[in-house]
């Protein structure tokens, strides 16, 4: 059986100085009659998200499940919007966001008293958990990372998250911004590209491979800017 995707809201690297604006790819998974989102923003993608759902003519209450590639604030943080929907996540993410690193300035130190409240499935390792859709792991950005590769009639579809965020880390193999002790993001970011004909990074527009395994996309960063 296929999985369908759909973009909501691309990812965006956009930064200033002092922070970064936190524009996360957030997609709409379909398989076997469920919807997913795999990832959720945060409240600077919050109107786009439900701008988003409504061009679909979706609201909230019709998604049925949320993904957390990771526990990170600008991934997560619109969980409210979903106060219905059963989360699934790693385990290895989970373990880590009970006690974070006292260094980690972006995984919220609330987050796990939030997800107590809630259903929450935990997978450890690789596994199909929808139809066509498979979670495996990409620590290296943080811990418990995943990632979801997708069996499209487009070819095999890859969600990386933050697994691989950009192009420039696509092209050089360099992770940036690696929380995990054990450094794999470089590994993780492998798996990405061996595995997926096309990419959908975490903060930037969606990647293409072609039968060489050169890189190219299509659409670039906008990001308009309104001084209030």
Known sequence: MFANYDVLVPGSSVAFEG?????????????????ALFDCGHGTTRRLLIEALEQRSLKPNDIDLLIFSHGHFDHVLNLDLFPNAPIMMSKDEWN???APFPADQVTPGYLASILAERSVTLIDGEEE??????????PGHAPGHVSLELRTNEGSVVLAADALKTAREA?????????????RGSTAIQEVLKRGQIIV????????????????????????LLIR
């Not at 092209?171 to 929380?179: A, H, K, N, W």
């Not at 990647?207 to 308009?224: A, F, N």
């Open 201 to 224: 990074p975490g903060h930037f527009p969606t990647l293409y491979k072609d039968t060489t395994g050169q890189i190219s996309w299509k659409d670039v960063q906008e990001l308009p």
């Open 171 to 183: 092209l050089s193999g360099i992770p940036d911004m690696e929380f995990d002790p054990q450094k």
């Open 96 to 98: 880590y966001i009970q």
């Open 19 to 35: 922070g970064f604006f936190g524009i996360s790819s957030i997609v709409l998974v379909e398989s076997a009659g469920k919807r």
């Open 129 to 138: 958990i929808l139809p066509g859709v498979t979670m495996f792991p990409t």
